[in-house]
Nanobody, 116 residues
Framework: QVQLVESGGGLVQPGGSLRLSCAASGRIFSLRAMNWYRQPPGKQRELVASITSGGGTNYADSVKGRFTVSRDNALNTVYLQMNSLKPEDTAVYYC??????????WGKGTLVTVSS
């Protein structure tokens, strides 16, 4: 089992920045990728950014150049640095972990609201 806890969400003005954190515990040695998803109000959940155990990263086109995913292996924590935020970035952001058996684990989510 893997437990994921997100933090760092909140209200920010357009153009502002936030950093989300996802602390992982449990059988983290079995993880092969960690991902950030988001679900805007009334819409489906979508993949925002991924980071593999080897440090490779991928981003949705909508956030490329604005968001950066990183990890601190010593702290078992993954981060999502979000810059130049737009109202359309408003969503509940979820941390996801994928293990070697392709089993998904999810955090409970953290709300990001971009509004003036």
């Amino acid at each position: 089992q893997v437990q994921l806890v997100e933090s760092g969400g909140g209200l920010v003005q357009p153009g502002g920045s936030l950093r989300l954190s996802c602390a992982a515990s449990g059988r983290i040695f079995s993880l092969r990728a960690m991902n950030w998803y988001r679900q805007p109000p009334g819409k489906q959940r979508e993949l925002v950014a991924s980071i593999t155990s080897g440090g490779g990263t991928n981003y949705a086109d909508s956030v490329k150049g604005r968001f950066t995913v990183s990890r601190d292996n010593a702290l078992n924590t993954v981060y999502l640095q979000m810059n130049s935020l737009k109202p359309e970035d408003t969503a509940v952001y979820y941390c996801n972990a994928l293990n070697l058996a392709s089993i998904n684990y999810w955090g409970k989510g953290t709300l990001v609201t971009v509004s003036s």
